[in-house]
């Protein structure tokens, strides 16, 4: 098991290498940059920004600064928009919003999902089970960037009960909008794999043999039938969890909630390449460590997968 | 003797003459689930409606009395009071924020939304399909390097493809096409690669083997027609995802360039504006993007009925 691991964290290192490396030259080679503009700086005044940000240097020079710095002393550069700040400024001050916002999205799409998808099974072909039907229809036809306008439309605008965006510090009522327009597509997704699993769970021969046994079906489904069928909804949730906590850019955009997701628009805008791959560093170390996470979980869960792991 | 007789009785007429009926109506995998997909009532409405949506944006134009990118100054600095749909005015569906014509937008639009998701979502699925194809054939080393090159680039954040492609070539309608189907080059490889695996140790293509055909065309002339439905599933779900992205990333302003439009851009365009109380700048963009959506979610949803194999 801590081999596995191991081997998986090594692998981690030459794929982001090769992440940042490609990102760097295809981002450096399009034309135009930061300091392009309709108006174009003298030629001295732009030698002298350039060589402010290192610029000057041949690419691969420049590349090896980068990379050097972040292994040192994790230093990701200074931005180029937006002045006097560094990347790991920006990062620390959106990462937390998008991280709190992210993390009540989760505990909705888990509280909510996973319930529903178990309710909709054991009452296969039921009232909650149409009603869940409708929900995974109602979100694929509703993503978010057109649920939030509704949801502002209906919460803000129609009955003045919360606001419509900003962030103020992470108070609730700023927090509950942004969580469900980014959660209810997943929370559909977590619901309708729940439900799948727990009905072909629920038809496997083992419960036939515990309500032979005559258990009380409270114990059959806690007990017995909810672990196995918890599986594949929690393989789902890895990569959906880093999709959460970096935020959609979509939702922090709309929302103008100041998480990275904004970042990384201006980022795209103003052609600020250290934040677009500072950001985008971030994002897959989350996400090679959060899938990591998964594979473990499952197998502590799973006896299979773990004899399969050592 | 008795092997001679019963070769008589395979050649003879009357035998064929006996099963000729059956073998006529025995219909291919394919002609059986084409069946299946027409007794589906949601899905050929959901056909009806998509195809309504696409004349709509062919046609569209022939019942407007504005263009796409005219301003209409009558209404101009009143768009609150005067822009909402009207008769008379021509506006069917009001104007926009700048005053031009809502109606002429959305159908713009929706000739925009619609033709990447049907340029670039099937290709993008058959570049994503081929490949899976083979890198599950031949495994080993090429199999790796795709699934490495797979997880990074799943890894980067698909806007910065926007952005730099966007820096090299503009923001037209091929452009943009082209950029989804290179961000979505993944979709459908891991999958057919799945099926490939599966598929390449049966006896069919051993046989193929022995019969000295080359790789190529063991792949595409007896591998492929076996995962095809995978395929035709696959694409009625890339379709509708290609169609949102699209309208993501010109939510986000790195969509396709003014005046020209999509229903992502008129979206974006009506949540801004919804506060000042003009909403069917949001409601008519928002009502052709759901009918879009919704009827090719049913469309894929009996696609998977009619092709999936669990359930013959």
Redesign the interface.
């Known amino acids: 098991m801590l081999n596995y691991t191991l081997r998986r964290l090594l692998m981690v290192v030459p794929?982001l290498l090769?992440?940042v490396i490609?990102?760097f030259y295809?981002?450096r080679l399009?034309?135009?940059g930061p300091f392009t503009s309709e108006r174009p700086l003298p030629p001295a005044v732009m030698a002298n920004v350039l060589e402010r940000y290192g610029m000057d240097e041949p690419l691969h020079v420049q590349l090896w600064t980068y990379v050097s710095n972040i292994v040192c002393c994790f230093d990701f550069g200074p931005s180029f928009s937006q002045k006097d700040r560094s990347v790991n400024d920006v990062i620390a001050q959106g990462f937390p919003v998008t991280l709190t916002y992210g993390f009540w999205s989760a505990v909705f799409v888990l509280l909510l999902g996973v319930p529903l998808g178990i309710i909709a099974a054991l009452r296969h072909n039921g009232f909650w089970d149409y009603t869940m039907t409708g929900l995974a229809?109602f979100s694929?036809?509703?993503?978010n960037?057109?649920l939030?306008?509704l949801l502002?439309?209906l919460f803000t605008?129609s009955w003045g009960l919360l606001p419509?965006g900003g962030w103020n510090g992470g108070q609730w009522q700023y927090i509950v909008m942004p969580a469900i327009a980014l959660g209810t597509s997943y929370m559909a997704s977590v619901a309708r794999l729940t439900r799948g699993s727990m009905l072909e769970v629920l038809g496997s021969p083992y419960i036939r043999t515990a309500r032979a046994k005559g258990l009380p079906e409270r114990t059959i489904i806690l007990r017995h039938a909810l672990k196995p069928a918890l599986l594949p909804t929690l393989t789902y949730m890895g990569p959906v969890f880093v999709y959460m906590i970096t935020g959609s850019?979509?939702v922090d955009?709309?929302f103008s909630t100041g998480g990275i997701g904004q970042d990384?628009?201006n980022g795209?805008?103003s052609?600020d390449y250290a934040i677009?791959l500072g950001?985008?560093i971030l994002?897959?170390v989350l996400?090679?460590v959060l899938t990591l996470m998964v594979d473990l979980l499952y197998a502590w869960i799973d006896p299979k997968v773990r004899a399969g792991l050592s | 003797m008795i092997l001679s007789a019963a070769r008589r009785r395979l050649q003879s007429r009357a035998f064929a003459e006996e099963q000729a009926p059956e073998m006529v109506a025995s219909r291919s995998f394919w002609a059986d689930a084409g069946q299946r997909f027409m007794r589906n009532r949601m899905a050929i409405f959901s056909v009806g409606m998509l195809g309504l949506l696409i004349l709509f944006s062919i046609f569209g134009n022939l019942f407007s009395r504005w263009s796409f990118e005219e301003i209409d100054w009558n209404v101009l600095g009143r768009i609150k009071e005067d822009g909402g749909p009207s008769l008379e005015n021509g506006h069917w569906f009001g104007v926009d924020e700048l005053g031009r014509d809502l109606y002429a937008r959305v159908v713009q639009g929706t000739r925009t939304s619609l033709l990447v998701g049907f340029i670039a979502g099937p290709v993008s699925v058959l570049l994503g399909a081929t490949l899976g194809a083979l890198s599950g054939y031949y495994g080993g080393r090429f199999d790796r390097t795709v699934l490495?090159a797979y997880?990074?680039w799943?890894?980067?954040?698909y806007?910065?493809?926007?952005?730099?492609w966007q820096?090299?070539f503009g923001r037209s309608m091929s452009q943009m096409i082209m950029v989804i189907i290179l961000v979505n080059w993944t979709a459908g490889l891991l999958i057919v690669r799945g099926q490939v695996m599966m598929l390449k140790n049966r006896e069919f293509v051993d046989a193929a083997r022995m019969l000295g055909m080359s790789d190529t065309k063991i792949i595409f002339r007896h591998l492929a027609p076996n995962v095809l439905w995978v395929v035709v599933i696959y694409t009625s779900l890339v379709i509708?995802e290609v169609i949102?992205m699209e309208?993501?990333v010109s939510?986000?302003?790195?969509g396709i360039q003014e005046p020209n439009t999509s229903i992502?851009a008129l979206?974006?365009q009506?949540?801004s504006t919804?506060?000042f109380g003009t909403?069917w700048q949001?409601g008519f963009p928002?009502a052709i993007?759901?009918i879009a959506?919704?009827s090719l979610?049913y469309i894929g949803d009996g696609l998977r009925d009619a092709l999936d194999p669990k359930e013959r």
């Open positions: 794929t090769i992440l490609f990102a295809l981002m399009a034309p135009g229809i694929q036809i509703f993503p960037f057109v939030a306008p502002v439309l605008l419509g850019v979509f955009v709309f990384f628009i795209a805008y052609r677009l950001l985008a994002y897959a996400t090679f | 490495g997880t990074i799943l890894a980067i954040p806007i910065i493809f926007f952005v730099v820096a090299f509708p949102m309208s993501l939510f986000l302003g790195v992502g979206l974006s009506g949540a919804m506060t909403l949001l928002a993007f759901v959506q919704v979610f």
